[in-house]
DNA sequence: CTTGTCCA
């Protein structure tokens, strides 16, 4: 068996073996290439002589067969082609294929005569002979010195991968590893592990310290060696940064989680002084950034002051922005086109948004920030004269306004609101993912007259720079976004400090017009929001109730509302359980576990199912998708209902199929690609964002740990539109709330306020990191201090319901079924 | 402990 094929457990894999005819396009700042093939031999359902290769390839030499494994992938504009995830070079086998290759261009020197007196003497297995002992080709006598050197070179070259993957492995790389590794350094890979292991911690994903220390004690790279230490200090700077969302540290932080780093990976005592010298060491080198005693890391340092003047720098252009028209009355004939009226809030915003450089408009859900954002634009395409119909456009002359968003699904989510072209934000800005995260290479300008992008606080900070950098002047931006969801994955909170700086003209909207009115969860949203919970929180509203239990009891009240839910006719759409984390008994996975029973059962036993990751799926399940798959117009966080299964004997390629709806489209997926879907009865509370339900059902308790945030219980209760179910410990959600996520470090606000930094240590930072949780608010800490007995005073609370006046939610009553779980909602049903 | 993006 092939070593790779070994190595990466390919056995039914796709592939296509050919030669290359053409190389249409290779990207020449990473290894992406599209390659024309012509196809030899291949296992894919696939008639044509030819087909289009794209993936990572590092040498591709025209003319060589090369044997590409992936998958076959119908591109909307460029047809059939095959997206290969691995290859390599394939040996000639037979007798003729052999005599070819060793009198081929690549053997300058060898004709046909001297390959076929090579085979000859060595026969089939010729060139793993020559591998295995060069001195082999002494025995044939048409070859001088310089020849036998020259195919030695050649066919060590190409058995060179093959080398570099032992020895990955040898150094205790997984083949997943070793793959991206080889992926980065191709042929150089061991000379540069050679040289410095610990360059891999900047280069490779996934590499911890400890693995690249001991790559580097095996070579002999001393405990105390400074660059050991200064490959620590930078290990420990990222994870301190990036693990809180941080741009900076102290240097009292970063020294004792260096010496932790350092100490928990070999046994061997480090002296802070030591940490200390080769920090000032990494400052003198600019490989680590000190201001005002905050140690940044330097792109981030970087990408602060980028965004700092290009805000600037569309400030200063103000005054540049002049419209001849009378803009109020231009609005209201916007109004008039879309038949609404805008509140007096959205008019200014709009009004002020097309007449400001870079405006920003927030809100939180339900607040209109959609109907605003449409406004804009056609108000923007009335005073410039702008057509906005895509095909009054061409490629010489592109659409004026670009809308783009940090995710796939916000982007869609744009164009199916304004019907125009979005795209995300990376695939405007043309990066593809090789570039270091500084962004420090040369970049295209966008080219428009107005750009537009929506959740704006997903954003983090070396994005945001690189976008608004690519902002030519004269360029219009609006940012869009909610600041109290969830920050971006990526350090910074850009539209947070934006918005705090008050240099940037902005607009929020306070008015609600999704949720009817007197809608409790706005209302408990608004609390969250300020870091309180209301009053009655515990208390039974019209739209909202919360029953009181433990963790082991989570799953047991969620099957009960559930149940009980469904009879009432809810539907598995309709109702969505949001919960932060996977593991544990009040997990998504066990939650998804116990609704797929009541949803979809396969109670006879004969339904047709697969199992993959401990899960099973049936036909009608709802399922998530976890990747983008923009070509299918499908992406992360989408939604769908496996609507077919067929089992591996009866589809062409012999293995398992899962086929899903999603609105519109079907996609298929085989077994390969399941785990880029998972069960959707219960999701994350970070999938769930810009997704709204009827019903949610939130769980939370203390088990969920580190996930008790402010933003995600926000995010969490604002995507229920009409019914809202809290379950749980009180003090669950108190600890929640109490938890502000927006106190990551950065200076961003300083910076573009101009304000001298004041000079700040590190407890003065503490003391003010303080202040922002909010002072303890009576009303919660009295609820949570003792165990909470939920009830409903009969005269001010529902007296339609006819309830008794005590009325306890316990436990115990409902799991005896005494008590309706959906206590408070008689009147309530998914279609009013 | 969870979360995002990428190529003619």
Redesign the pocket.
């Known amino acids: 068996m092939d070593i790779q094929e070994e190595l990466f457990d390919a056995s039914a894999e796709p592939y296509i073996v050919g030669g290359i005819k053409a190389v249409?396009?290779q990207?020449p700042s990473?290894f992406?290439k599209?390659l024309l093939v012509q196809i030899t031999e291949t296992n894919c359902d696939y008639k044509e002589q030819e087909i289009?290769v794209?993936g990572?390839f590092g040498q591709i030499q025209e003319e060589e067969v090369y044997r590409f494994y992936g998958k076959l992938v119908d591109?909307p504009?460029?047809g059939m082609?095959f997206t290969s995830t691995r290859y390599h070079q394939e040996k000639p086998t037979s007798i003729e294929g052999l005599i070819h290759y060793l009198s081929g261009d690549k053997f300058p020197g060898i004709g046909e005569k001297t390959a076929e007196a090579i085979v000859d003497a060595l026969g089939e297995e010729a060139i793993d002979r020559i591998n295995a002992d060069p001195d082999v080709l002494v025995q044939i006598p048409q070859l001088n010195q310089k020849k036998r050197d020259t195919i030695v070179e050649v066919i060590q070259q190409s058995n060179g991968m093959e080398k570099i993957i032992i020895g990955l492995n040898q150094y205790g790389f997984g083949s997943q590893l070793a793959y991206s590794i080889y992926q980065t350094y191709q042929e150089k890979t061991l000379e540069i592990i050679q040289e410095n292991p610990y360059q891999l911690l900047e280069d490779i994903?996934h590499v911890g310290f400890k693995k690249a220390d001991a790559i580097a004690e095996q070579i002999g790279i001393k405990a105390d060696s400074p660059m050991r230490i200064k490959a620590a200090i930078l290990f420990s700077l990222n994870e301190l940064c990036l693990?809180n969302g941080d741009t900076y540290t102290y240097a009292e932080q970063l020294l004792t989680k260096t010496i932790e780093v350092l100490e928990s990976s070999r046994s061997f005592l480090i002296e802070p002084e030591s940490v200390a010298d080769e920090i000032v060491h990494l400052i003198d080198e600019n490989k680590l950034i000190e201001d005002n005693g905050k140690l940044y890391i330097r792109s981030l340092y970087a990408a602060e002051w980028g965004i700092t003047a290009s805000i600037h720098h569309m400030l200063e252009n103000s005054s540049k922005i002049k419209y001849s028209q009378d803009i109020d009355k231009e609005i209201k004939i916007v109004e008039k086109t879309f038949n609404i009226q805008y509140g007096k809030s959205q008019k200014e915003a709009i009004k002020k948004a097309v007449q400001s450089p870079i405006f920003i408009l927030t809100g939180g859900p339900g607040t209109g920030k959609t109907t605003v954002l449409n406004g804009i634009v056609t108000l923007y395409a009335e005073l410039n004269g702008l057509s906005l119909d895509v095909e009054d456009y061409t490629e010489e002359k592109p659409f004026p306004i670009l809308l783009a968003a940090?995710?796939?699904?916000a982007?869609k989510k744009m164009n199916e609101s304004t019907g125009l072209p979005s795209?995300?934000i990376?695939?405007l800005l043309?990066?593809?993912?090789?570039e270091n995260q500084a962004g420090e290479q040369a970049e295209k300008e966008l080219s428009g007259g107005l750009l537009i992008v929506d959740e704006m606080s997903?954003v983090d900070t070396w994005l945001a720079n690189q976008l608004l950098r690519a902002v030519p002047s004269g360029m219009q931006v609006l940012l869009v976004g909610d600041k109290d969801q969830l920050p971006s994955?990526?350090p910074g909170q850009v539209l947070h400090d934006l918005l705090a700086s008050q240099k940037v003209p902005s607009m929020e909207l306070n008015e609600i017009y999704r949720q009817g009115d007197g809608s409790s969860i706005i209302t408990l949203a608004h609390s969250i929001k300020n870091g309180e919970l209301p009053a009655d929180f515990l208390k039974p509203q019209r739209d909202r109730s919360f029953f009181n239990c433990s963790t082991f009891q989570i799953e047991e009240v969620i099957r009960q509302v559930v149940t009980k839910a469904k009879a009432k006719g809810f539907t598995a759409q309709d109702i969505q359980v949001l919960a932060?984390?996977?593991?544990g008994p009040a997990?998504i996975d066990a939650l998804n576990k116990m609704l797929q029973d009541i949803f979809n059962p396969n109670d006879t036993g004969r339904r047709k199912e697969v199992s993959f990751n401990n899960k099973v799926y049936r036909i009608g399940d709802k399922v998530l998708q976890?990747?983008?798959y923009?070509e299918m117009n499908v992406?992360?966080?989408d939604m769908g209902e496996i609507v077919g299964i067929t089992y591996a004997k009866e589809t062409e390629d012999k293995v398992d199929e899962i086929v899903i709806r999603f609105d519109a489209n079907e996609v298929t997926y085989k077994r390969s690609e399941w785990n880029k879907i998972t069960l959707a009865y219960c999701c994350?509370i970070?999938?769930s964002q810009g997704s709204e339900f009827k019903m949610v059902i939130l769980p939370m308790v203390k088990n969920y740990?580190?996930?008790l945030r402010r933003d995600l219980t926000y995010t969490a209760i604002t995507r229920a539109s009409e019914l809202l179910i809290l379950c749980g410990e009180p003090q669950a959600f108190h600890e929640s709330v109490m938890k502000s996520s927006a106190d990551r470090l950065t200076t961003l606000k300083e910076r573009i306020m101009g304000e001298e930094e004041s000079i700040k240590s590190p407890t003065d930072e503490n003391a003010t990191k303080i202040t922002v949780v909010p002072e303890s608010k009576e009303p919660v800490s009295s609820v949570t201090d003792q165990p909470v007995q939920l009830s409903m005073d009969q005269e001010n609370e529902s007296p339609q319901n006819g309830l008794p006046k005590e009325y306890k939610l316990t436990i115990s009553k409902v799991n005896n079924e005494e008590v309706d779980p959906m206590i408070g909602m008689e009147g309530v049903t998914p279609y009013q």
């Open positions: 249409f396009y990207n990473n992406y599209v289009v794209t990572s591109h504009k460029f082609q994903e693990s940090p995710t796939g699904r982007a795209s995300t990376h695939r043309g990066l593809n993912g090789s997903m994955v990526g932060p984390m996977y593991r997990g976890l990747v983008n923009p992406f992360n966080g994350s970070h999938k740990h580190r996930m």
